[in-house]
């Protein structure tokens, strides 16, 4: 038996410069563990509340101390005593606290900061890795990664619609391997860009963030990033999309700025469906708004089976919107992020509802990121398969694709990976192949 001694809490700062919530849980027995919580830019409305001051005279109003005061006061007096490999039972207790369907009194902010610390201090507790912690020994599963080339939308003042143009190392052998690749394609990108003079810096989530006159031509400039990198496009290097629709979608209609082009729920539909049958495209996040079912039951019917359609805003890590989708044929895919749900029980059960059902969960971290790499061992733990966090640069970054490294390195001839092997074996295969 190892009980919660001590909670305590302070403000940091991501990978923006915003503040965030920082939560420590120790036990009686000495061990600790903190909890660290992103923030997304391009977030949905459908997702759990982080609480923010409000107050613009400091940190601009974006300053997280009532959440940590919280975290002192409330959580603090409900969680310390408790059981600490009680996950399920202490993350229901601040569910049941903070007594809202959005977590928007205490703060999702505050409440997952705290959940966080409590399976890490567990894992400290058990003498375990995390992952090993979280999954009781059987995640050994590496996940393949997604990651980003280009940065756009919110991530980069909107220069291009599209949030993201990442890659997906499909010829990959190894998750050693998908990052070998993703370096030479990344700085093939960065190479290009340059000697066309279109780089104009760096987005949030450490993806070039480019100069071009219509979404559409990114697509050349990566494909020929690939072909310069050595690949073969789609057979070993395919391309992923974070379309983030909600954000394009406005009165009614979507909206592509750079172009000025405005269309209907199906005209978009028809892009997306398009740009599928065009390119070596494999994944697309978001194609449609949060709330456009019928633009989403459109764009599945059409390429459910060719391509992975990943809902984010559509589910936002929910169970009951999970289950919606599910119903409703909408997707084949899920993105799971921890502070859209605000505990480690829900993300986990989140989860495991999306592989119940035959789909694919995609772990994903935020924008505004933290050096904490707890979601690299839960995408193990969980064996989930994929992992999102941005692209192939900046610290917040690499800590998490390098942790897998370690956790590849620890598990040893006990690890997995199944590579781009997990698409077909849930029924997706893509356009190129059936060529």
Known sequence: MSRIAAVDALQIYDSRGQPTVEAVVTLDDGSRGRGLVPAGASTG???????????????????????????????????????????????????????????????????????????????????????????????????????????????????????????????????????????????????????????????????????????????????????????????????????????????????????????????????????????????????????DWEGWQRVRAAIGGRCQLVGDDLFTTDLKRIALGIEARTANAVLIKLNQIGTVTETWQAIRATQAAGWLPVVSARSGETEDSFIAHLAVAANGGQLKVGSFSRGERMAKWNEVLRIETELGPRARFEGAGIFARHGITPAWTQK
């Open 45 to 291: 409305s459908h997702e759990a509340k982080e609480l923010r001051d409000g107050d613009a005279r400091r940190w601009r109003g974006r300053s997280v101390l009532r959440a940590v005061a919280n975290v002192r006061g409330e959580i603090a007096g409900a969680v310390i005593g408790r059981e600490v490999f009680d996950q399920a039972g202490l993350d229901a207790a601040l569910i049941a606290l903070d007594g809202t369907p959005d977590k928007s009194r205490l703060g999702a902010n505050a409440i997952l900061a705290v959940s966080m610390a409590v399976a890490q201090a567990a894992a400290a507790a058990r003498h375990l890795p995390l992952y090993a912690s979280l999954g009781d020994g059987t995640g050994n599963l590496l996940p393949l990664p997604q990651i980003q080339i280009f940065g756009g939308g919110k991530h980069a003042a909107g220069r291009i619609d599209v949030q993201d143009f990442m890659i997906i190392a499909t010829g990959a052998k190894s998750y050693a391997e998908t990052l070998e690749m993703t370096h030479a394609v990344y700085h093939a990108a960065g190479r290009l860009l340059q000697d066309q003079k279109r780089l104009a810096g760096v987005a949030d989530e450490g993806g070039y963030w480019p100069v071009f006159d219509t979404n559409e031509a990114v697509f050349a400039t990566l494909l020929e990033a690939i072909e310069l990198a050595g690949y073969v496009p789609g057979r070993e290097v395919a391309i992923a999309l974070d379309i983030a629709a909600t954000d394009l979608f406005r009165g009614g209609a979507y909206e592509l700025g750079l172009e000025r082009r405005r269309f209907t729920s199906a005209e978009f539909a028809d892009l997306m469906i398009g740009w599928v049958e065009k390119y070596p495209i494999i994944s697309i996040e978001d194609p449609m708004a949060e709330d």
